[in-house]
């Protein structure tokens, strides 16, 4: 079964303040994504990453960093935290297209709940 | 961006009843997936379903890619059936990233 772990699962963060999201993956999967859902927008798509070293913006990068140290880890990182981006952060991991592994399928995490105070 | 929509919002079922949930793209896609997203709010994949039909016990997917929808048939529905189900597609760009619906939130009730 394949396998995203998120943490830390709940985080409370003060305006200004420095937030590291990780994630990491067990599937050996090379795409990895960080997306945030607020009520009335579902899922948006924030960063991503195609394997190790890389990182790409998605829809709404703005105010996010990632980090893509290696296969297994990608991190979301707010450098100065806002009160908008409280939220409910999903990591998801997916194989390459007619890999070997590929099913097609994105495996999520179970969230990180970030308030912002 | 990419636009996904979902119908309807919510639905409300008694327990037994059949339910059809749509999703319709804006643009043209590549594939397209089904999730559940349990109450507590952990996701989980129902289909990945880039075209035609597939059924998992009383779950069944059936994707018309060149129409640009998505439905999903839910049959004898259950009290444990309740949550929101998601669409996502993927629209072909040549990288793998799926854009979400909002969803349609599901009630079963005794």
């Known amino acids: 079964e394949a396998a995203v772990t998120q943490s830390p699962r709940n985080k409370v963060a003060v305006t200004g303040g420095k937030v590291t999201l990780s994630c990491n993956q067990t599937n050996n999967h090379n795409n990895m994504y960080w997306y945030r859902q607020d009520t009335g927008h579902g899922l948006r798509l924030i960063h991503y990453?195609?394997?190790?070293?890389?990182?790409e913006k998605g829809d709404i990068p703005d105010g996010y960093k990632a980090s893509r140290p290696s296969q297994e880890n990608f991190s979301l990182i707010l450098e100065l935290a806002t009160p908008s981006q409280t939220s409910v952060y999903f990591c998801a991991s997916g194989a390459d297209w007619g890999g070997a592994i590929y099913t097609g399928q994105l495996y999520f995490g179970e969230g990180s709940k970030l308030t912002v105070l | 961006g990419q636009q996904v929509q979902q119908s309807p919002a919510s639905l409300v079922l008694q327990e037994g009843e059949n339910a059809e949930l749509q999703c319709n793209f804006s643009t043209s896609l590549n594939s397209m997936q089904w999730f559940y997203q349990r109450p507590e709010g952990s996701l989980v994949s129902l289909f990945y379903?880039?075209?035609g039909t597939k059924q998992s016990g009383r779950l069944t997917s059936t994707t018309v890619i060149k129409e640009r929808r998505s439905s999903l048939h839910i049959s004898s529905s259950q009290i444990t059936d309740s949550g929101t189900y998601l669409c996502a597609m993927e629209p072909g760009t040549g990288y793998q990233n799926f854009y979400f619906g909002k969803g349609t939130s599901l009630t079963v009730i005794p």
């Open positions: 379903n880039p075209s």
């Open positions: 990453s195609y394997g190790a070293g890389s990182t």
